[in-house]
């Protein structure tokens, strides 16, 4: 099945045989199209995939997050702290948002660098300036103490 047949988009083949639709299907492909296709066909079942897809996503993903008066718009990456606006930068709302998400979890440091940086090779200084940033936007807003330390461990959203 020339290696699509677990791909969520239509696996496009030369094979049109009922067994071999059967076995893609079976294998978990959403859909299938055999070749020679009309690029117009292939694109709208493209299309109709991600609709699909996206439409999971979405359901199952939460947009807000609100803790402690803190409100977290992750779709529109903004923050207000008691309907204040905050601004922040790339890094620093990325840093909130992984800490919201787990509030009552503490993160290491080794879990918040690869949560906001991905494979990153700096220093912890870094994330200490980061999240000190953090916390002088959120509190002069009126908002709590974010990134609580919990020495030896990590940090978590809030105390």
Known sequence: ????????????????DDI??????????????V???????????VA????????????QEPTQV???GVRIDLERRSVTVNDTPVDLTRIQFDLLAVLAENPQRVLTRGQLVERVWGDWFGDDHHLDVHLSRLRQRISAAGGPRV????RGVGFRFVD
Not at 7 to 16: C, D, E, M, Y
Not at 20 to 33: E, K, P, R, V
Not at 35 to 45: D, G, I, S
Request: charged share 25%; with cysteine; glycine share 6%.
């Open 1 to 16: 099945m020339e290696g699509c047949a677990s791909a969520r988009v239509p696996p496009l083949t030369s094979r049109a």
């Open 20 to 33: 071999d639709q059967l076995i893609g299907f079976s294998t978990g492909a959403d859909d299938y199209l």
């Open 35 to 45: 070749k020679p296709a009309n690029p117009r066909l292939l694109l709208a079942r």
């Open 48 to 59: 109709a995939v991600l609709r699909r897809t996206d439409g999971r996503r979405r359901a």
């Open 66 to 68: 609100t803790l402690d």
């Open 147 to 150: 990134a609580h330390a919990v």
